[in-house]
């Protein structure tokens, strides 16, 4: 079997969202500079894979028909702005949306047939807050909510994780489902009052969902070490006890400390362990069936070499990395440690930590 499958293509790329945008096609080159690097390229254990094209209907999993209406007629009239603040499409953004939909998809089903071990959907624009009814923060349709209903309809899977370690509570994630017990959504991400105005501590879900929602909102500038006990202490040991069937990886890398619109101050270093964890949770869980999609990360310094890494571990290799480790203020440590505490306390009634 092959190990694993990048999903791409140069198509991802002709979504503009504006010249100044975070969001920008320049994620992709600094991405792609990077895995065209000899020592990578010519590592066996991981191949590029064409994405197909999602259809209406696929998109219709977990989007409003009007919605979908919505922004083909934006895009068709020349593009502009889908919400009230960043969310903004070209021309092609709509199909290039569906494009993103469709590698996702694609990426799941080489992991169900057991062609590749696993696989990373780069694909863009991003996905985790863009809920049934409204673009949000980048996000056009929601790329893992909608592999994920594929995998419970589609595949009749009866227990799927998601993880979202994007800087930012995916609240469209979240909202999708939120009343069901089939899909177990975990989320660590930075204090969330500014944007996107969920993700907090209270928020477990509801009806069949009541349990099934985590989420550990981490103050700015937690760095390393709170981050990383959050994995350890919480989502690792619910995933264990919820063995999941299959895995979904929300994979955003805004929480590095260079990033422009995260503010987690997390290093390089702290992301290949991270996903070393990660790696370790999908072989115990459900066999190493793993597909990552990738959603934020900014610095065009570092998410060629944090998305590489996340790739070379994926396949069993590993990347070098080198990075400096921001060390956070003691009052800092100190809330991340209490939150942390309150995240045990909620859980407790559900879960053992």
């Known amino acids: 079997m092959n190990r694993t499958a990048v999903i791409f293509s140069p198509r991802y790329c002709e979504h503009n969202p504006g010249r100044n945008h975070p969001e920008s096609a320049k994620r992709f080159t600094a991405i792609m500079n990077e895995l065209k690097k000899d020592t990578l390229s010519q590592n066996r254990d991981w191949r590029f894979v064409e994405p197909t094209k999602a259809s209406v209907e696929d998109v219709k999993l977990v989007h409003d028909t009007e919605y979908i209406k919505h922004v083909r007629s934006v895009c068709r009239s020349g593009g502009g702005l889908l919400d009230l603040e960043d969310t903004v499409v070209s021309p092609k953004s709509f199909e290039v949306a569906l494009y993103a939909v469709g590698g996702t998809l694609k990426a799941v089903d080489l992991v169900m047939e057991r062609k590749f071990q696993n696989a990373f959907a780069?694909?863009?624009?991003?996905?985790?807050h863009a809920n049934r009814f409204e673009a949000c923060g980048f996000c056009i349709f929601n790329n893992i909510s909608i592999p994920a209903e594929c995998l419970l309809r589609k595949h009749r899977l009866k227990r799927i994780a998601i993880l979202d370690?994007?800087?930012h509570h995916g609240n469209g994630t979240q909202e999708t489902f939120y009343g069901t017990n089939k899909v177990l959504y975990v989320s660590l991400h930075e204090d969330p009052r500014g944007f996107p105005g969920t993700g907090?501590?209270?928020e477990l879900g509801e009806g069949e969902g009541l349990g099934?929602?985590?989420n550990v909102p981490l103050p700015f500038r937690t760095g390393d070490q709170v981050y990383l006990r959050a994995m350890k202490e919480i989502a690792e040991p619910i995933l264990r006890q919820y063995k999941p069937q299959f895995m979904l990886v929300s994979a955003g890398f805004?929480?590095?400390y260079a990033d422009p619109v995260g503010s987690l101050s997390l290093s390089a270093l702290c992301y290949r362990e991270v996903c070393e964890r990660i790696m370790k949770l999908a072989s115990e869980t459900c066999e190493g069936k793993l597909v990552a999609v990738l959603e934020g990360g900014y610095s065009l310094k570092f998410v060629g070499r944090l998305v590489?890494?996340?790739?070379l571990e994926m396949s069993g290799s590993r990347y070098a990395v080198s990075d400096s480790i921001p060390k956070p203020k003691k009052s800092v440590r100190i809330q991340g440690e209490k939150i942390i505490e309150e995240v045990k306390k909620a859980q407790r009634t559900f879960w053992k930590i």
């Open 122 to 128: 780069l694909v863009r624009p991003p996905g985790h």
């Open 308 to 311: 590489a890494a996340a790739i």
């Open 165 to 167: 370690i994007d800087a």
């Open 254 to 256: 805004d929480g590095h």
């Open 212 to 214: 099934y929602n985590v």
């Open 200 to 202: 907090f501590v209270d």
